[in-house]
């Protein structure tokens, strides 16, 4: 009977020892998380001064004013001096918008020199800027850049507080960083989150690789610095996406590698060059890589090239695949524009290619993209004899001398009418211009369905289709049922 009780007395402690240790072992895990959780005091504390606010001033002239911009200081007894004295002066003064918080800025050199965003301070007549001790300066813009929506502004002061750049090449996904900024106007605002992608693309925007990040940012924020854990600036908050005009999740920001070197040319110049070669490209998709014999999907396809530019001079063709320029790999279509953009004007380059089945490695003098670009335009063939469908349901005719001419190509066929089938489905409408088939140019119907002909079914085709300014490849896969 003793032996039972004492059996049962261990097994009770055993009980009280297995409840003691896994409080231990859950309090120890609990404490070991909530160390491992970031603490930006000591970021803010030391780099918050580094942050400004930007407030601007609008002068909003009147019909009256913008008419007569100074009043002629006519003497008193002019016949005109009682006119102006009673019908013009009460309205000429220009009115003058409150200052409003604009945005965020952030300091890059101890003598003033400020980076923001473009859009920021765009068409401003005064700029306030607001240190975070209170002091107040007016700025005045060294020069703005609208394709990276960078802008350098300066005040007249020393010995300021100068943030560190860091490298946005080494940030991770999943990294965490810190946004401090002026949203909605509340100034000196702190904001974290992480790095949710790197290196993305987003429409009308083909000169910076965004740094996405789930950081709250809102109205205000624009032109603030995005800081990594080491309190280096990485970025330059611009940009969210939203549908209500306030943050839902998705942010970005332009690195800051590309913010200085947009700012080095501002300063020295006021105005940013860049690179060109005159072609028009698309993403290199499975579908083309298989019509092309790609092994792989990267580079950037040329789908168009500009007469006597600097890619026609080095004989890049259309349906070649840029593979690496100026020895940097073109991964996606997008990395193309952004790697030529920054490639200094008039220097030569080595430019590597995919064509007809081979590697080929062609020199290029590198181009400058012009102020201002007209828009080619040009009309389609009308009133034409209607031919019979070929197997994609297309009704082509070739091109007149005049049309090439207008187009500016030296070959094509005319989409007259297509009938419902795979062209129809596959995007081709009514008006296009056919280049290409593949690999080949296409100069007459005849040859156009020559080469459809001698594709079997189930294979991948690719037309080098030109709309309008855009110029494309579309792909389709033949079948037995059409």
């Known amino acids: 009977m003793y032996s039972l009780n ?57 019909a009256v004013t913008q008419l007569f911009p100074e009043i002629p200081n006519l003497p008193k007894d002019s016949p005109f001096y009682e006119f102006f004295r009673r019908h013009i002066e009460p309205f000429s003064t220009p009115r003058r918008s409150e200052p409003r918080s604009m945005g965020s800025g952030f300091i890059i050199s101890s003598d003033g020199y400020i980076l923001t965003n473009a859009h920021v301070v765009e068409s401003a007549d005064e700029i306030t800027v607001k240190l975070n001790d209170k002091r107040e300066f007016i700025a005045k813009v060294i020069g703005t850049d609208k394709k990276t929506d960078i802008a350098l502004i300066k005040i007249e002061a020393e010995n300021l507080q100068k943030v560190n750049q860091g490298d946005p090449e080494k940030l991770k996904v999943g990294e965490w960083v810190v946004a401090i900024g002026s949203p909605f106007g509340f100034e000196n605002s702190v904001t974290a989150g992480i790095v949710s992608a790197k290196g993305r693309s987003l429409a009308q925007e083909n000169y910076v690789p965004f740094i996405q990040t789930d950081v709250a940012i809102n109205p205000g924020n624009s032109g603030g610095p995005l800081f990594n854990m080491h309190g280096e600036v990485v970025g330059i908050n611009s940009q969210i996406y939203s549908r209500t005009g306030g943050f839902m999740g998705l942010s970005f920001a332009i690195p800051i590698n590309v913010a200085t070197d947009i700012a080095d040319q501002l300063k020295i110049s006021g105005v940013v060059r860049r690179g060109r070669i005159g072609v028009l490209i698309q993403e290199v998709t499975k579908e083309l890589a298989d019509s092309f014999g790609l092994p792989g999907t990267r580079g950037a396809l040329v789908v168009s090239v500009e007469k006597n530019g600097p890619a026609g001079v080095a004989d890049i063709r259309a349906r070649d695949v840029i593979l690496a320029f100026d020895g940097i790999e073109v ?140 110029t494309t490849f579309i792909t389709m896969k033949l079948n037995s049922d059409e």
Request: glycine content about 8%; cysteine-free; charged content about 25%.
């Open 6 to 62: 004492m059996v049962g007395i261990l097994k009770i402690k055993m009980v009280r020892y297995l409840v003691l240790w896994l409080i231990m072992v859950t309090a120890s895990a609990v404490s070991a998380q909530t160390k491992e959780l970031p603490n930006f005091t000591g970021l803010v504390d030391q780099y918050g001064a580094t942050v400004v606010n930007i407030s601007t001033i609008q002068t909003q002239k009147n």
């Open 331 to 470: 991964e996606t279509s997008a990395d193309l524009p952004r790697i030529v953009g920054n490639t200094v004007p008039d220097s030569k380059v080595k430019v590597k290619i995919w064509r007809d089945g081979a590697i080929k490695n062609l020199q290029l003098k590198v181009g400058e993209i012009p102020r201002e670009e007209s828009d080619l335009q040009y009309q389609s063939k009308q009133d034409q004899e209607v031919d019979q469908s070929n197997r994609l349901g297309l009704v082509l005719s070739e091109l007149t001398d005049q049309q090439k001419t207008q187009l500016e190509i030296e070959s094509g066929l005319l989409v007259e009418n297509i009938q419902p089938g795979i062209a129809s489905q596959s995007g081709v409408r009514k008006g296009d211009v056919i280049l290409g088939f593949n690999s080949k140019d296409v100069e007459s119907v005849n040859q156009f369905n020559k080469l459809l002909d001698k594709v079997e079914d189930g294979r991948n085709i690719a037309l080098l289709i030109k709309r309008g300014d855009l």
